[in-house]
């Protein structure tokens, strides 16, 4: 009977889940379809779980750590807005509007995170990171994801929707299913509901680059993750299935480890192999001032070169490596170049497939620590090839080093061992 109701839950949730993707009803219909179903979900969870059951391990302390990693979340959206800029939020303000949405969210929020807790606690005890990562997924918009990648495809479209929608809900939908995992829906509650609100009743809101949005969105809760892992008693851990014998990184199974390294290999990827198109690239030089400055990071993104026009700034390969510059002309097909902090036009014109990509978002500085790292390496190395004396100097320095290290610890378990004996 017990897995006959779990089972009623999850084709419920997959019915609406694709539902709500396929099906799009205009008018007041926009609204109360998703509140009828999320409420029919809220209903048939209850009566699943038989209510006393879902709540009976909720815990105040965790759901205050998730109140404030909500809190922690929209501060630093704000922080981004006051570094780019506001903009006027879509939804209408009109008493109506105010009391639809509030009755959208209301329901979603109960059919989500009930369900959610729900499932965690039927399934989660036999493994919990296979779980927290399947129930992440589930209330991610993977419909719409996989939608974007049918034919024909537009790279642009589907590379922001992945980071700015997709990877910052997988982000939030992981450490919600962790939330519930250790302490009921009430905490997953106190952590996606500030978000919500801020979302649909704030007037203004921050107007952030995609790039910048998708790294506030998955950043911020993995350091939450961090925080409430780091917060959560072994006790409570032991007490949803997590066998732990000690706290923080020596946690064997704990799934908390495994989640933060996903998210990071996503981040790694998602910026570093020019995934679909979009890669970072660290400045260098000043031939771009003051537009871009040595230490920036600047994302670009693969374009059709029919659609570069004049003021677009664009990497490009030379004989001297890669150049960023911007277009002033095109002739013949070619591109002309010039650096903004140059006084005439580069002098050779760009052949189309020269050209890398077109500038997307600048990072500032936070590459300066690429550039002093590679130049260290440089250092060292250059030391050690050039340097014949320094190489020996090196290898006598390990060598004496490991030898009188070796010396004192066999000359103190030689002690030890006397001691014992006597």
Not at 205 to 232: E, N, Q
């Amino acid at each position: 009977m017990h897995k006959r109701k779990s089972l009623i839950v999850i084709i419920l949730l997959i019915f609406i889940k694709f539902t709500l993707h396929l099906y799009k009803p205009r008018g007041l219909l926009a609204y109360l379809v998703p509140s009828i179903l999320w409420s029919l979900l809220a209903l048939i969870v209850l009566w699943a779980s038989q209510f006393r059951n879902l709540f009976s391990y909720s815990n105040k302390i965790l759901s205050v750590f998730a109140l404030i990693a909500s809190i922690f979340q929209i501060v630093l959206l704000i922080d981004g807005g006051i570094f780019t800029k506001f903009g006027k939020s879509p939804v209408s303000f009109t008493l109506p509007a105010l009391s639809l949405n509030a009755l959208m969210i209301s329901t979603s929020l109960l059919g989500i995170e009930l369900s959610r807790a729900y499932l965690l606690r039927t399934y989660g005890r036999k493994n919990p990171l296979l779980l927290i990562m399947l129930t992440a997924l589930l209330y991610s918009p993977i419909l719409a994801m996989i939608s974007l990648f049918i034919p024909p495809i537009e790279p642009l479209l589907t590379v922001k929707f992945l980071g700015s929608t997709f990877l910052t809900e997988l982000s939030k939908n992981m450490l919600a299913s962790y939330l519930a995992l250790l302490a009921g829906p009430l905490a997953s509650i106190a952590y996606m509901l500030p978000l919500r609100v801020f979302q649909w009743f704030s007037p203004i809101l921050p107007d952030l680059p995609w790039g910048i949005k998708s790294l506030i969105g998955v950043t911020a809760p993995m350091i939450s993750l961090i925080v409430i892992d780091y917060a959560t008693p072994i006790a409570v851990l032991r007490k949803v299935g997590i066998r732990v014998e000690k706290k923080w990184l020596e946690k064997g199974d704990n799934p908390i480890i495994p989640i933060l390294i996903v998210l990071i290999v996503l981040l790694i990827v998602w910026f570093s192999t020019g995934l679909l198109g979009i890669f970072p690239t660290v400045v260098i030089s000043g031939s771009m001032r003051p537009t871009i400055n040595v230490g920036d990071i600047v994302i670009l993104v693969k374009v059709p070169t029919e659609e570069i026009k004049p003021g677009d700034i664009i990497q490009y390969l030379t004989k001297n490596g890669m150049i960023l510059h911007r277009v002033i002309d095109i002739k013949s097909g070619y591109f002309i170049t010039k650096g903004d902090a140059c006084s005439v036009p580069d002098p050779d014109p760009v052949h189309p497939l020269n050209v890398r990509g077109k500038l997307l978002m600048v990072i500032p500085k936070i590459g300066w620590a690429s550039i002093y790292v590679k130049e260290i390496l440089i250092l060292l190395w250059n030391l050690i090839t050039l340097n014949s004396l320094t190489l020996y100097v090196a290898f006598a320095s390990l060598i004496l080093g490991g030898s009188l290290y070796t010396f004192r610890r066999s000359k103190s378990l030689k002690k030890y061992r006397r001691k014992r004996k006597h």
